[in-house]
């Protein structure tokens, strides 16, 4: 419980070094400034962090930058995260520590010693549920600073919110594909982090037995691959899973080995085989190793941008330490997956239409796909080079008819939704609920906050705007969205079920459960007003399902 475990005490204002180097402990004789700081006593020792207040009222308490492993340097560089040794003194959990080891060239940043968990709880908080947010950025970049994800509107619905940060890029997912180098170290460090969390909770007010983890993008597949992970298993409650998930096709990489290598050769490095190229590895510059992934990254990326991103997680050859050694597709259809938890997940509505980036980044791959047909097809579909090849086609045919490539861009926009984002979500959904409770969600808002978008449709990441506390002039209907969106989530953290009963907040309606002996799929269209539908994207949806049963294999990793 918060009372009973946060107490005042005379701590350290003035706690860092002229360097400004954070995660330490702290002397409290060294004190030069008295003030009374929430402090909290963990098995691994005491931490001290900050007090404060949201726009609206809510006074919290934030403890950030507290370590849950051991910095993955040296010979921990490329393995499992080792959980972090017991420390004396008091730790400085009063800013955020290092993101992790992200970007390219001059714009490379962060530290591989970056494994470290946030907590904000409402003032003397007590058996709350929980929520813990896994950010995304393509594997390769963000973080859960509170510039970057501040938790404000959470708190203010009276929930502990935790986040963390998890390894990145080569560092995250580097592999080998056999047993010296296995990968998926980032999703390795998420398991241990939520070790942490089922641990260490109830010590901030939060409830153990209510732990709900959610994430967009490349932390919505981080979490869809939780749910998948047997040592994850007992660690969480409940999954809500935005815009991405293990069965679409970048959530999962195909070149892995392929990148290790190639990151060894930017390097310099002579390795014929996985032991020499890791020994190298190990002794390398961190910041060159990063400059030599972004590289690596972007030439393989573009020999094939629809066949997975080079560093993402991989189906492990088994071992003692791997975490995910399945076809994603066939776990989850049989019902063999171990976390059957009750799960939110959907879209928005136009997820490769975004004001962000994305249809900019398309436009260099027009011609590609232009020459390169075959590469319309999706990489999990088949072994055969016959049956890929009559699947691009009827493909190129639906979507952009005889035309150049190069003069259907909203179409390839079109096309990129369907085949990136909105196909793998709704059939991970479906092949989940005959065996627990799926909410489906399509969101639709184009709000103020966000921006001038230019295309049809909210863009990918753009409900995280009404989540997340943002910079920026929120207009009176955006709010209204935002408590919406908020409640939703946090009802669903507390009870399981985004709409246990009906609220005039959210327009009385009640979310229905995905019913698996239906063929129709019952959603909720998260707009300004929320509404039930029917079958969302259900003639693409359909078409690709023709195209897996008359040309695909009889097991798929994606889809």
Known sequence: MMNAHVVSVVVVVALFSSSGILGKTFPRKEASTLQDNPLVEIADGAIVGTSNVTDKGTRYVAFRGIPYAEPPVGELRFTAPVKKANWTGTWDATADASICIQGSGDTVTGSEDCLYINVYAPEKAENLAVLVWIYGGAFTGGDSTYESYAPDFFLDDNVVFVSFNYRLGAFGFLSTEDKLASGNWALKDQVLALKWVKDNVAAFGGDANRITIFGESAGGASVSYLVQIPQAEGLFNAAIIQSGNSENLWALSTRARQAAFQVGSNLGIVALGSSTLLKGLRKADAYEIQTAASSALTKIAASN??????????????????????????????????????????????????????????????????????????????????????????????????????????????????????????????????????????????????????????????????????????????????????????????????????ESLLDGVIWPQLNSTSSDLEYVWLNSTLSKALNPDEKEYRFYEDIFKNYGDSSFSTY
């Open 305 to 502: 941008p629809l066949r997975g991103l080079p560093f993402a997680p991989v189906i492990e050859v088994e071992s003692n330490g791997a975490v995910f050694t399945k076809n994603s597709d066939d776990y989850l259809k049989s019902g063999q997956y171990p976390s059957k938890v009750p799960i939110m997940i959907g879209h928005t509505s136009n997820e490769s239409g975004h004001a962000h980036g994305l249809p900019e980044l398309l436009r260099n791959y027009l011609l590609l796909f232009n020459v390169a047909e075959s590469y319309l097809a999706p990489y999990s579909l088949t072994t055969s080079a016959i049956y890929r090849s009559l699947a691009a086609k009827r493909i190129r045919l639906t979507y952009f008819g005889f035309a150049s490539l190069t003069r259907k861009f909203y179409e390839v926009v079109n096309f990129v939704n369907v085949d990136q984002f909105t196909r793998g979500i709704r059939r991970f959904a479906e092949n989940v609920s005959p065996y627990v409770p799926v909410y489906f969600y399509v969101f639709g808002y184009m709000g103020q906050i966000v921006g001038v978008n230019p295309f049809d449709g909210a863009g990918h990441a753009e409900e995280l705007f009404y989540l997340f506390k943002q910079p920026g002039e929120y207009s009176e209907k955006d709010l209204v969205v935002k408590d919406k969106l908020v409640r939703l989530w946090t009802n669903f953290a507390k009870e399981f079920n985004p709409t246990p009963r009906e």
